[in-house]
């Protein structure tokens, strides 16, 4: 069985940036984790290490198993950790001002650079193995970036993203045709592929969108 990471690395591995995978703590910990599978060191300067996937399942895993105290949930922007607004939450104050519209555009930025990092082609085209892991967050992201608007905690006119029991997809609801259609081109263009499709008891129409592989 392999042994689990001490208490110091789970605190790293836990304190790692929740897009980018991008870890902070001393070159030791830094040289253990990378032996251990569970970062990598970009190969360009300033040399940073990121999870790799495994990583990130301890990181997702209860902290029991790493015997040290569980890590937090994914928290609001407002709590000190950046999270992608699917639609349906109570806005924080200054939510849609300069300073969230920055942070939701340094997230994209750092997600494409985790693409680029993460496939040996070095492009950022087609999502990586933490959008597989992370839908609902991952395709929130791209559509926030791109501009369109989360619903609010009433169910107004913006989109929410939902998982689903399908593996790797998720459904995506907008106010009308129009606002769906632009939703599921700005899904293609991040590398998801996107179908419209109707709920049979309400007849509503809604996305479901899986990121590509190819």
Do not use: N
Not at 113 to 136: F, I, K, N, Q, Y
Request: proline fraction near 11%; include cysteine.
């Amino acid at each position: 069985m392999t042994r689990p990471p001490t208490a110091a690395q789970r605190r790293v591995i836990d304190g790692a940036d929740p897009v980018t995978g991008r870890l902070r703590g001393t070159p030791a910990q830094l040289e253990a984790l990378v032996k251990r599978g569970l970062a990598f060191r970009h190969p360009r300067p300033p040399h940073d290490c990121f999870l790799t996937p495994a990583g990130h399942r301890v990181r997702e895993s209860p902290a029991e198993a790493a015997q040290a105290p569980a890590p937090a949930p994914a928290a609001p922007a407002a709590d000190g950790v950046f999270a992608a607004r699917a639609g349906g939450e109570e806005e924080a104050p200054g939510a849609a001002g300069p300073a969230r519209l920055r942070e939701v555009r340094a997230a994209w930025a750092g997600l494409l650079e985790l693409r680029r990092m993460t496939r040996p082609d070095g492009s950022a085209d087609l999502p990586c193995g933490w959008e597989r892991t992370h839908l609902v967050r991952a395709a929130a992201l791209a559509l926030e970036a791109a501009g369109h608007r989360p619903a609010g905690p009433s169910g107004d006119d913006g989109y929410r993203v939902r998982a689903t029991p399908q593996p790797e997809a998720v459904a995506v609801h907008a106010a009308d045709g129009t606002a769906l259609a632009a939703c599921a081109a700005t899904l293609e263009a991040a590398g998801w592929q996107a179908g419209e499709h109707t709920e049979p008891r309400t007849r509503a129409r809604y996305l479901l969108a899986s990121p590509r592989r190819a």
